[in-house]
């Protein structure tokens, strides 16, 4: 019997996001043995921000993380998560209740009989909406209680999870890159690089319909591929692609009054959300209370009583195990370097690389090191606030301007948010979708992503942006 190959394995049996999400916590448990401690000093600035001193890196005593001190890390990352953990179970929650009432299986029904031949419009629509969130308004996380709906959306419409996941998640990460005035990432990078505000709008923009029109047209591609031909979806054979014929009585779909007013309130919940977070600098603590609130409401609406909506935050919050588990698994990576005082070591040793480089050179690696540095440094600002004053001395010194110095650190930290398996783990535990299916999908549009951001940092380097 011929032997199969890791690649042939995994595919016919792909391995468990956590199995996937642990192998790369001992891998930075390791790294801790091997990466020689060390630390950048850190002042406040002007914002009461604090970031790295650019020149004064230097090694400390040696403090690897010991196995016991691994899980003690894991624990530590699970306690570090809770404001996402408790967003991603009281959204899914609120969606739960909705979801077993019957309001968005009847709206994608009424969706369905108005659009008929133009339903696949509504996801390039939907793309945009969120590529908008997230490039002016800085919305990542905040958008993850909409996973369900858009999955099913794409579940019904007769495509898979994959597609509604993209829908959502690779339209809102394009949006933060492409950032127009992300505040997050693009407002930290350019105070501390001493670059005015929102400055250099013009490329950006150009920059986030180049980038927005690549991932519309491979996603369609992908969905119109499988709309055709179930079989060919990558979660095929795990069943994931719906055999239900919602056309065939989508002329009788209609909402009751009940739904009706949990519809206006689901509406309700997303404008808040992004008013509050535009206006009134919402974050987690409150998106996740405005969840809390609105699925107990939901609950009233439709007439449930007390206990019964307490059981349905039992029975749709253990729905959400896994979703929570690679969270949590996730976030220890990080945590584990943090610890071992290896993450400046990391970021010292690839700014080294910059040295004595110049021109387009100093531009393309800038860029390289920016999509490096977010593996070890998933948080934007976080990583805005380490890297950019290095990036932005190295910026003077090569010749180039600062301006392009925050451009690099956008592409960077935004477009490897879909390859890492920082994020890419957690995301597929909430999409609850298998890494290698993902992986599969998503490696080619990368490559292409990645092709596109080399292209205009040349040009922005020519233009003298």
Not at 170 to 183: E, I, K, Q, Y
């Amino acid at each position: 019997m011929k032997k199969q190959s890791l690649i042939q394995k995994w595919t016919v049996d792909p391995p468990n996001s956590f199995v996937f999400i642990f192998a790369f916590i001992i891998i930075a448990m390791v790294l801790t043995y091997i990466v020689p401690a060390g630390t950048y000093d850190r002042v406040e600035n002007k914002m009461g921000q604090e970031v790295v001193i650019a020149d004064s890196f230097h090694y400390t005593a040696s403090s690897p993380v010991s196995p016991v001190k691994m899980f003690q890390c894991v624990v530590a990352a699970f306690v570090g998560s809770a404001d996402i953990i408790f967003c991603i179970l009281f959204a899914y929650c609120f969606i739960g209740i909705m979801v077993r009432n019957g309001v968005f299986d009847t709206v994608i029904l009424i969706l369905i009989r108005k659009l008929r031949s133009r339903v696949r419009l509504l996801l390039p629509i939907i793309m945009v909406t969120f590529g908008l969130m997230g490039s002016v308004a800085g919305l990542a996380e905040e958008t993850f209680g909409l996973f369900p709906v858009c999955i099913a959306l794409a579940v019904a419409l007769g495509y898979d999870q994959i597609v509604g996941g993209a829908i959502v998640y690779l339209a809102v990460f394009t949006g933060f890159a492409s950032a127009t005035f992300n505040p997050f990432t693009l407002g930290v990078a350019q105070s501390i690089a001493d670059v005015p505000l929102y400055s250099g709008l013009g490329f950006r923009l150009i920059c986030w319909i180049v980038f927005m029109t690549i991932l519309i047209l491979y996603v369609m591609r992908y969905a119109d591929k499988i709309k055709k031909d179930p079989a060919k979806s990558l979660l095929y054979v795990e069943g994931a692609v719906s055999k239900r014929k919602q056309e065939t009585n989508s002329a009788d779909a209609s909402l009751t009054a009940r739904q009706t007013l949990c519809l206006v309130l689901f509406c309700i919940v997303m404008v808040s959300i992004v008013a509050g977070a535009i206006l009134f600098g919402w974050y987690i603590a409150e998106i996740t209370a405005i969840f809390l609130a609105a699925a107990i409401l939901a609950g009233i609406i439709f007439g449930w009583s007390a206990n019964r909506i307490a059981e349905s935050f039992v029975e749709i919050g253990a729905e959400t195990m896994f979703s929570i588990l690679c969270i949590g698994l996730s976030n220890a990576i990080c945590g584990i370097m943090d610890a071992g005082c290896i993450t400046d070591t990391i970021v010292h040793g690839m700014a080294s690389v910059l040295e004595g480089t110049s021109g387009y050179l100093s531009g393309i690696l800038m860029l390289v090191v920016q999509n490096l540095l977010n593996f070890f440094i998933p948080s934007g600002p976080g990583q805005a606030m380490v890297s950019m004053p290095i990036m932005s001395s190295l910026a003077d010194v090569t010749g180039l301007s600062r301006q392009l110095s925050v451009l690099a650190f956008q592409f960077g930290d935004g477009y490897s948010n879909i390859f890492w398996p920082t994020m890419v783990c957690m995301m597929c535990g909430i999409m609850k979708i298998p890494v290698t299916k993902w992986y599969r999908f998503m490696a080619p549009l990368f490559g292409i992503m990645v092709i596109a951001q080399v292209v205009l940092l040349l040009i922005a380097v020519g233009i003298g942006y």
